[in-house]
């Protein structure tokens, strides 16, 4: 029986075009880096997308859980940690940590991906050596830590902007990047808004592919209690009659300007 994988550790160095006018990391380059590091693991045990690209397979993101417990800012140099951490019949979960070099956690997230048959478009079953890699057994639930409902209606759209999917938000699979939907969900927020407010939590739900040259409408709905935003998010196609993805952040206040999360 092939052993489980141990986590993959890689320094990385936060260059200045990688974070905000405010010096912090984007989320979506928080992604952008999670997935490199996450690839250089999958090479080293031949389930790397170029791999299974020549089989007519890949991996397909179906949902993204983030904490965010402060961004880095820029020049500074981290840690990413990953590893796959369970999988069942359909789903294989990977976890990512980033930390810097004293151990302090600065963000952790958890993502479920699909086995995609290319051809069909459809999910497959988790080959056996897939799941060898993770919990070395399929687990009969997968739990995900989890702020948002599928079914979740968040009221009347506060507001929302329009965007194009362009060629450089075209990834592998020859759709859009699950980073460029962060950047849109987030970038479809009032700039002022983003100036006083620091991102804490999100999760995604991706639920229909967007192909190049696309239009889509990123539309939100917020709520406030107790100095803590939440907002619900919905990425839907131009006619607005079908979600590309929903999904919800969390946002508190900050005193100090200086210190967003996004």
């Known amino acids: 029986m092939e052993k489980t994988v141990t986590k993959y550790i890689e320094k990385v160095k936060i260059f200045n075009h990688y974070t905000n006018y405010k010096g912090r990391l984007f989320v979506k380059t928080l992604c952008d880096l999670f997935n490199d590091v996450a690839e250089k693991q999958t090479e080293e045990y031949g389930v790397d997308v170029e791999t ?76 056996e050596h897939v799941v060898a890699m993770s919990t070395g057994h399929r687990i009969e639930k997968l739990r995900l830590p989890s702020i948002l409902d599928e079914k979740e209606d968040g009221g009347e759209v506060t507001g929302q902007r329009e965007f194009s999917a362009t060629f450089d938000n075209i990834d592998f699979n020859g759709h859009v990047t699950q980073a460029s939907y962060m950047r849109w969900i987030t970038n479809s927020l009032p700039f002022e808004f983003l100036k006083k407010h620091i991102l804490v939590e999100v999760e995604v ?58």
């Not at 690209?53 to 859980?65: D, I, P, Q, S, Y």
């Not at 880095?72 to 140099?77: A, G, I, S, T, V």
């Not at 019949?89 to 479920?112: C, I, K, P, W």
């Not at 192909?211 to 709905?221: H, L, N, V």
């Open 52 to 127: 299974l690209n020549a089989k007519g397979l890949t991996w397909m993101l179906h949902r993204l859980h983030i904490s965010l417990h402060k961004m880095p800012h820029k020049e500074e140099e981290v840690y990413i940690e990953t590893w796959p951490s369970g999988a069942d019949r359909l789903f294989a979960l990977r976890d990512y940590r980033m930390v810097r070099e004293n151990g302090e956690e600065l963000v952790r997230a958890t993502s479920e991906w699909m086995y995609i048959d290319m051809n069909r478009r459809r999910p497959l079953r988790l080959p």
């Open 205 to 262: 739900i991706y639920a229909h592919e967007i192909m190049p040259d696309s239009f889509i409408c990123s539309e939100y709905c917020m709520s406030e209690s107790e100095g803590v935003v939440t907002i619900l998010h919905q990425v839907k196609n131009e006619a607005g009659n079908l979600n590309h993805c929903i999904a919800k952040t969390v946002w508190e206040s900050s005193s100090v300007t200086a210190c967003t999360n996004i």
